[in-house]
């Protein structure tokens, strides 16, 4: 019988979105990747910068994060492009790249999204909750996506950055699914039809992400998953939905898990704008730790899902978007 170790072990595993402390000078958690490794994980993306954090911001926590990684090379590979994934497996590491989230990172200089892919960057946000130059976030009052926005969509592609409408308005996203001429992700988003809340994400915007080629990765958080609630079974029950919706090859993962917790809870005093009361952010949020994924494997064992379901799931459906969108640095 098929056992989730047996799956974690002999398949591409992939979470799309880790938060690290984002302190330049700060490298003091970055030893909690090999978390990840010990669950069977193969590719880890961490965000460098979301919200309002500038471009200097950007650049510090890469230039911190990547200075680590080097330094720990024999158990690390720096994506530059497809392959290092499958070269980081083959030799028993872990691949790495870099997401931003939201486009105040590039300010008004479209110059910088080769920069910064040059740098390991390969997704970025349109919005962060709130609106920029680009367009709409969703928890503000979306106009839609900007003619500067069509303008950065165009030079992602070009570049081979993949386009993500998580935290971003409906209307902004719905004008990205139908604009870009690359797959696009929401990649760490969960069904409102299952929780009501503004940062869950429509049918209509899985389907027209899916309609791209893209992929919906589920993130962990209690307060979107429901009630602070982190359990395996609620986050099941969200996988569930979105395969049933939109079929096994449309499904990942973005679990969102935060190793520095007390980093959070400053982030949500001090940014009220963004994470305004009365929406759970003050609850002391629960968040899926790595460590939770083999009994989440397990219990979609129990309800049916193949392997060759899971195998998508955990990696396979990010590595076609990737393989789709990136180019060789």
Avoid at 1 to 25: E, F, G, I, Q, S
Avoid at 49 to 67: V, W
Avoid at 105 to 117: E, F, G, K, P, W
Avoid at 291 to 307: A, N
Wanted: charged content about 20%; overall charge negative.
């Amino acid at each position: 019988m098929t056992t989730a170790v047996d799956v974690l072990r002999t398949n591409l595993v992939w979470d799309n979105h880790v938060c690290m402390p984002l302190k330049p000078h700060d490298q003091t958690f970055l030893p909690e990747l090999a978390r990840w490794k010990r669950v069977g994980a193969d590719v880890v993306f961490l965000n460098v910068g979301f919200g309002d954090s500038g471009i200097e911001e950007h650049i510090r926590t890469i230039a911190n994060f990547r200075h680590w990684l080097q330094l720990h090379s024999d158990q690390y590979v720096l994506i530059n492009a497809v392959e290092d994934i499958d070269r980081a497996r083959t030799t028993g590491r872990m691949a790495i790249g870099f997401d931003i989230e939201g486009a105040n990172a590039i300010a008004d200089q479209m110059s910088l999204i080769q920069l910064y892919y040059d740098l390991g960057v390969r997704w970025m946000l349109i919005a962060y909750n709130r609106n920029n130059r680009v367009g709409g976030g969703c928890q503000d009052d979306d106009n839609g996506l900007t003619a500067f926005g069509r303008d950065v969509i165009d030079e992602m592609a070009r570049v081979g950055m993949i386009v993500c409408c998580s935290h971003t308005g409906f209307k902004t996203t719905m004008d990205v699914m139908e604009y870009s001429s690359k797959p696009v992700i929401l990649s760490h988003s969960n069904p409102r039809a299952v929780h009501e809340h503004p940062r869950n994400v429509t049918d209509a915007a899985m389907r027209a992400c899916a309609n791209t080629g893209g992929v919906v990765g589920l993130n962990g958080i209690g307060i979107f998953l429901g009630n602070n609630d982190n359990s395996t079974d609620t986050f099941v029950r969200h996988v569930d939905y979105v395969v049933e919706l939109l079929g096994p090859a449309h499904v990942a993962l973005g679990i969102d898990y935060a190793v520095d917790q007390h980093e959070v809870e400053d982030n949500i005093a001090k940014m009220r704008a963004t994470f305004p009361a009365g929406l759970g952010y003050e609850e002391g949020v629960r968040i899926i730790p790595p460590e939770q994924l083999p009994d989440i494997v397990e219990r979609l064992l129990q309800l049916g899902y193949t392997e060759e379901n899971l195998r998508g799931l955990l990696g396979a459906n990010l590595l076609r978007v990737a393989k789709a969108v990136w180019k060789s640095a």
